[in-house]
Nanobody
Framework: QVQLVESGGGLVQPGGSLRLSCAAS????????MGWYRQAPGKQRELVVA???????NYADSVKGRFTISRDNAKNAVYLQMNRLKPEDTAVYYC??????????????WGQGTLVTVSS
């Protein structure tokens, strides 16, 4: 099995910062892309940012300049540094990985989600 586990969510005031972490484990042969999605109350899930194993990134316009993604390929981990947070950033954040298992299966894996609440 493959598991993705997120951590780092919580309550923060507008203008504050949080750092989310995600680690993938299990029968993983390789991971091409890892990323973060979020779903706000009453809204559809949206891509926040993704990063390839080579470091190429793709940010949503709403977070450019405020959020930074990074990954540690050796640890199968990805991080999201969120700065200058706004109330509209409030959402459940999900870690995602596009990977190949040890058995040759392509898998789009998801974490359980971590709640980020930006409020005064």
């Amino acid at each position: 099995q493959v598991q993705l586990v997120e951590s780092g969510g919580g309550l923060v005031q507008p203008g504050g910062s949080l750092r989310l972490s995600c680690a993938a484990s299990g029968s993983i042969f390789s991971i091409y892309t890892m990323g973060w999605y979020r779903q706000a109350p009453g809204k559809q899930r949206e891509l926040v940012v993704a990063i390839t194993s080579g470091g190429t990134t793709n940010y949503a316009d709403s977070v450019k300049g405020r959020f930074t993604i990074s990954r540690d390929n050796a640890k199968n981990a990805v991080y999201l540094q969120m700065n200058r947070l706004k109330p509209e950033d409030t959402a459940v954040y999900y870690c995602n990985a596009d990977l190949l298992t040890d058995w040759g299966n392509a898998l789009d894996a998801w974490g359980q989600g971590t709640l980020v609440t930006v409020s005064s």
